[in-house]
């Protein structure tokens, strides 16, 4: 899967080989994660370290949650299921 360009960061996207393994493993679609960069809550550890998260209709191990790193562009670490978020 190639990258693609964020219209709401205004940066490429581009997927890890282990956020590409975890997408397979747990059934997520580029359609889902395109979406998801898109429309997800996102919640900043720090300026470069993001969760971007939502849930996702018609499944149940929600919430869906990306790994991001926020440089010049945006690069997705991991892709996790049944996320919660937590206070910090």
């Known amino acids: 899967m190639s990258g693609w360009e964020s219209q709401r960061f205004g940066k490429q996207v ?3 080989h282990h956020a590409l393994r975890r997408m397979e493993q747990r059934g ?9 960069i898109e429309t ?4 900043q550890k720090d300026a470069e370290h993001w969760w971007i998260y939502r849930a996702v ?7 869906v949650c990306a790994a991001v790193l926020s440089r010049q562009a945006l690069i997705v670490k991991t892709l996790m299921t049944h996320w919660e978020e937590r206070e910090a």
């Not at 997520?28 to 998801?36: A, F, I, K, P, Y």
């Open 14 to 16: 581009h997927l890890t």
């Open 28 to 36: 997520l679609s580029r359609e889902v994660v395109m979406d998801l």
């Open 40 to 43: 997800g809550t996102v919640r």
């Open 57 to 63: 209709e018609g499944r149940t191990d929600n919430l």
